[in-house]
């Protein structure tokens, strides 16, 4: 029954087929990379100013953490919050279905993170949610003379594995915004969907606006200078001679050749995670004077990508399976994906290479 629900909200999981034209799949290629670039947000500075009253205190980020989440849980079950309060019969048996669209009017969508969050600073409300939200404690432990209460969730399925398992890291605050910063966890939950948390916070921080990031500096890969801090006329020959695996492909008419002389770095690496060795390696791909760099590295039994151009701001894609299949002639398409075989999420296509 429980898997059954589930389907009615969080798979919605679409394939690439890859028996369609070159140009098409690279055309999904570009998009995707496009679309998560949207996500993205600048870091702000780790020490705010937290005002309280008329007093301009300055606290550090450990010390608003500490001091200021009075309660916090990140093992809630949101759903019921989006009931549609109608049934449906699948496979003989009548589940509940469930609606986004009553999501998005419960809650506010911050498109950075893409995580829904609610505010509560009454009792009135907060007993409306508590009614359909499983696990959180009761009215008195919130005192909302002193503290107000948030909410944060995501809608579906999470097709990146770092984003389904998330804490709260600190709360900052400046004159006009309040930051709730997001970490994946240590000991993650990869098999979760998605997050479900909550905090109960001082109300000094509470701000007219709001603003969550989800910091990915954890998965950073020591002793390797990040993309973004590559100058933009990082070249191919610079790429050779710091160890990239480099694909270039000069023209719509060209395949996509290894140039350097590591061609099978990629498959190494595959072949070292089947063994659950933890490793790397750094991608340059020149797609027509365009460049795009991707930092692949496999850890805590998960590929983590670093996606983006030299100089600019990266996405982080994680995935616990890169396989490869045959594309045409002597093309090869490595794709990601959280099972093998799953028809329930969308595999991601990485990289197209032809091999001689």
């Known amino acids: 029954m429980k898997n059954k629900e589930s389907l009615q909200k969080y798979f919605n999981g679409k394939y690439y087929n890859k028996n369609k034209n070159h140009k098409e799949i690279m055309s999904k290629i570009k998009n995707q990379e496009n679309k998560s670039k949207n996500y993205f947000i600048k870091m702000v500075a780790t020490i705010v100013i937290t005002l309280l009253g008329a007093t301009g205190l300055v606290f550090a980020s450990t010390k608003i953490y500490n001091e200021y989440i009075k309660k916090y849980n990140d093992e809630i079950e949101i759903k019921e919050l989006f ?114 948390l909550y905090a109960v916070v001082d109300k000094s921080l509470l701000r007219e606006n709001i603003n969550i990031r989800i910091d990915t500096s954890v998965f950073k890969i020591e002793g390797l200078k990040p993309i973004s801090s590559l100058p933009k006329d990082y070249s191919k020959e610079d790429a050779i001679e710091d160890g990239c695996m480099v694909i270039e492909r000069p023209s719509v008419d060209d395949e996509h050749k290894v140039i350097s002389q590591n061609q099978n770095a990629l498959d190494e690496l595959i072949k070292k995670s089947e063994n659950g060795v933890e490793s790397y390696i750094r991608v340059y791909f020149n797609e027509m004077q365009e460049i795009r760099i991707l930092d ?61």
């Open 83 to 196: 009931y549609t309060g109608e049934m449906a019969e699948i496979d003989g048996e009548n589940v509940k279905l469930y609606s986004d669209e009553i999501l998005s009017n419960t809650m506010i969508y911050d498109e950075n993170a893409r995580l829904y969050y609610k505010i509560i600073s009454n009792k009135d409300l907060y007993l409306e949610y508590k009614s359909k939200v499983r696990g959180l404690p009761e009215e008195s432990e919130v005192d909302f003379n002193e503290n107000f209460f948030v909410i944060i969730t995501n809608s579906g399925s999470e097709l990146y594995l770092h984003r389904r398992d998330l804490k709260i890291d600190t709360i900052e605050a400046d004159e006009n915004t309040m930051y709730i910063n997001l970490i994946p966890k240590e000991d993650a939950n990869y098999d979760k969907l998605h997050t479900e």
């Open 296 to 356: 692949i590295q496999y850890k805590n039994g998960i590929f983590i990508i670093e996606d983006g151009h030299p100089g600019e701001s990266t996405v982080t894609k994680t995935f616990k399976y890169i396989t490869k299949e045959k594309f045409k002639d002597n093309t090869y398409m490595y794709q990601c994906n959280n099972t093998k075989k799953d028809p329930l999420y969308s595999q991601m296509i990485l990289l197209l290479v032809t091999f001689d």
